[in-house]
């Protein structure tokens, strides 16, 4: 079912999104949302972590892709160092 309703942009930018919506899609305080926007829509896109499953499933592919186009531990650790360097 699709809920509407309506609320106000404050002054500080801060918008309220409305009970019925939050208890809709089980919203929580600290809720985070990648906000979007094309000419005069706005959508925001709850972000929700992976499971644990999903998650090693990515880190699975991520070793393959490293295994696979030759990096190693050592560039990784040269990498970390020279990003931390340019701070």
Same mark, same amino acid.
């Given at each position: 079912?699709?809920? &509407? ?6 002054? +500080? ?19 985070? =949302? ?9 959508? =925001? +896109? ?6 644990? +499953?999903? =998650? ?8 393959? %892709? &490293? ?6 531990? %050592? ?6 160092? +020279? ?5």
């Amino acid at each position: 079912m699709t809920v &509407a309703a309506t609320t106000t942009l404050s002054s +500080k930018g801060q918008v309220v999104i409305p009970e019925e919506i939050r208890n809709q899609l089980g919203l929580e305080a600290g809720a985070q =949302f990648v906000v979007i926007a094309d000419r005069d829509v706005v959508i =925001f +896109k709850l972000l929700e972590p992976p499971s644990l +499953k999903d =998650f090693a499933s990515l880190v699975t592919q991520a070793r393959q %892709a &490293a295994k696979k186009s030759g990096m190693r531990q %050592a560039d990784i650790a040269n990498a970390v160092k +020279k990003v931390r360097r340019s701070r």
